[in-house]
């Protein structure tokens, strides 16, 4: 098939695009390289031996995204574009709203004049908020409590409503818990800009001398160690998953809705632990307060996922803390060195 | 205070517009027509012997909306341009996201531009979804049951982040109940498109022998006699409402919600005989199934408006379908034979 990629150059877009690359796919990447680099398609090309058409277009130039779907005609949409930070969502909502809403609006118009009515979309667990019981299932009503968050919950709710307006939309949403590691060869890799927001990252740049520290957010949750629990998955496990749902959605008509996680939680320090464990090396941390809207426990029921696609995730934790680390030790300050040569 | 309205020349819009003049407001209106006519605002103009200024401008198109607010320099912004059919709203959802909450994100985007930050939104309880008990306060979650809903819903999350972020922001949000009546003089009112989707207009259509009869969906709801019970507020009620917002958010900064509804209920069978009431005649009516997604009973707690705002609704049922009346007889087909003379 041929397919786009909206934000194919990104962390876990380029990690798909190896993938769909691998299982035989054409790809042709749209991002406007924003938060990403030009270098994650040149390495994923290196690495599968295959050429990915790249066109730099902005979700939000309409006219611009529907003579890509007239010159392209793809098959199907895998749309990760978007704007990720919680933080910064609460300081710039309209940016976050416009770029993540409006724009995905903008690809659906774009589709539906091009006749191309299949998408996996990247939503988050984020969505569910702060439900009482776990693990989570795709049946908890949503209740995101960022505005990022609500960019992903409004989406989902466009989707679902296009999905039930007209039987030839094929939808999949799929819900990521907490996306780490990198690929086992190590030339791709998460590349935060700024400071990391997620643990990970931050991890591995503590690890790597370009941070000092790891801060961590309250050690007095009710769980094993008093930090907070979250489901972390492979990004590879996670690439694969949309080539799962990529197959399903087109043989089956409608929206349907995956989580795609390990339904394990590990929290804050066995995470460090074993990165300490992968990098060989202790790693310094503080223990600072509670941030607002941070869950205790957050994991996946992933059972959907399974019976519907045959897909589970079969990386282990120390799996993804090798991966993320052969990709931080090899690139410490990921693609910047080789996007000065380009 | 100068004060632009969007969708002013619009059913509620127009009675608003008249009370805003009437309180010696400066007012532009800006409309695309594309539900409603010119004649409301000559109506209004003679009604209250002052001048509107009009801007055939749509929401979507940001360039020209930006000019207007160059142009105008408004204090505030009261916005009820927009889609309001549920219907229609099932079948053409992108349609409904984009003219709703994208427009409203490129109101907020020129309003932002120009340092005018107070906006009065048109919200509305069918945010509210099917709560289990009434009345309805301001505290229970959204949780709309139709994309229309969604469109409001996604407007109030995002008006709730821009709040948020910017403590500049002045921001009233109106939870209509179920707007009825018309200005007392009669020469203005509602006049919508094609089959009415709300209960009042159609059975003036029927008094007034456009339709045939007043089909009534469900007869079994556990009510005073089966009938669905809604919260009837007359329009010159909600348009003071709008006002008294208006005024508060001038001085007090941040986001505010308020139900604008009496806090009483009638069913579809008393409303019905209170028309025929006002209008001398029997109407006829056939009992037909339930649609699906209405609740039996919705009525408001409207006691937030009145403490905040020394708000709430003065006049009873009787007077809303005297008024609503009075308005259909004298014009028969709305504001079209009228318009033909433009």
């Not at 999949?172 to 400071?195: K, T």
């Not at 972390?232 to 990529?246: E, F, N, P, R, T």
Request: proline share 4%.
């Amino acid at each position: 098939m041929k397919i786009l990629v909206t934000g194919g150059a990104g962390y876990i877009g380029s990690h798909t695009v190896l993938e769909l690359l691998n299982a035989g796919h054409e790809v042709t990447v749209m991002d406007n390289l924003s938060n990403s680099s030009m270098e994650s398609l040149a390495r994923v090309e290196e690495l599968t031996g295959k050429t990915v058409e790249f066109r730099k277009v902005d979700l939000l130039d309409l006219p611009e995204m529907k003579q890509l779907f007239n010159l392209v005609k793809p098959d199907a949409v895998i749309h990760f574009a978007g704007l990720k930070a919680v933080g910064e969502s609460a300081e710039k909502p309209l940016w976050y709203y416009q770029t993540n809403v409006t724009g995905t609006l903008n690809l659906l118009y774009a589709m539906e004049e091009a006749g191309c009515t299949s998408i996996v979309f990247s939503s988050s667990a984020t969505v569910y908020g702060e439900p009482e019981s776990m693990p989570l299932t795709e049946k908890i009503n949503m209740d995101a409590q960022s505005c990022y968050g609500r960019t992903k919950e409004h989406i989902e709710d466009m989707l679902v409503d296009l999905a039930a307006s007209d039987p030839k939309w094929n939808i999949a949403l799929l819900r990521y818990f907490n996306p780490v590691g990198a690929h086992e060869s190590g030339r791709i890799g998460e590349d935060p800009a700024g400071i990391p927001n997620n643990l990970v990252p931050f991890i591995a740049q503590v690890a790597v001398g370009r941070r000092e520290h790891l801060n961590i957010f309250g050690n007095d949750y009710p769980t094993v160690d008093g930090t907070g629990v979250r489901d972390y998955i492979h990004v590879s496990d996670l690439a694969d998953g949309h080539l799962k749902a990529l197959d399903y959605i087109t043989s089956h008509q409608g929206l349907h809705t995956w989580n795609l996680g390990t339904g394990n939680g590990y929290s804050v320090l066995e995470v460090l632990h074993a990165f300490e464990k992968a990098a060989g090396k202790e790693l310094p941390y503080k223990m600072v307060d509670r941030r607002p809207g941070d869950v205790a426990v957050s994991y996946a029921d992933p059972s959907a996922a399974l019976s519907d696609l045959g897909w589970s995730a079969h990386r282990d934790i120390e799996t993804m803390v090798r991966d993320h680390w052969n990709w931080q030790k090899n690139n410490p300050n990921g693609y910047e060195a080789s996007s000065i040569h380009d």
